[in-house]
């Protein structure tokens, strides 16, 4: 599976950015699909999970209220928009998949995308 993200760039604070992350190679619906992100000097983090048809969502305390997890599996693609941008949002965000959610929320997926940059000003 190949996974490659778009969307990221530069926000101020309070904007919005909606990320994408674009899937070939297997069936898109057999996978289970996270959002995660690495800030700099910090260890990569769990943002938000969504199950195999869409209808399960999971988000980091962090970001709930904020961010949305979706996913149009007639597309294989999986989206994150995010609302309220702070600037401790800043990081590299990656797109995830894998076909156990316990491997993904583990941090153990099978695959990875490059990642996105977001950079939040104040």
């Known amino acids: 599976v190949q996974l490659v993200e778009s969307g990221g760039g530069l926000v101020q604070a309070g904007g919005s950015l909606r990320l994408s992350c674009a899937a070939s190679?297997?069936?898109?619906?057999?996978?289970?699909m996270g959002w995660f992100r690495q800030a700099p000097g910090k260890e990569r983090e769990f943002v938000g999970g969504i199950k195999w048809s869409g209808g399960n969502t999971y988000y980091a305390d962090s970001v709930k209220g904020r961010f949305t997890i979706s996913r149009d599996n007639a597309k294989n693609t999986v989206y994150l928009q995010m609302n309220s941008l702070r600037p401790e949002d800043t990081a590299v965000y990656y797109c995830?998949?894998?076909?156990?959610?316990?491997?993904?929320?583990?941090?153990?997926?099978?695959?990875w995308g490059q990642g996105t940059q977001v950079t939040v000003s104040s």
């Open positions: 190679g297997d069936t898109f619906s057999s996978y289970a």
């Open positions: 995830a998949a894998d076909r156990s959610w316990v491997d993904l929320m583990k941090f153990r997926p099978d695959y």
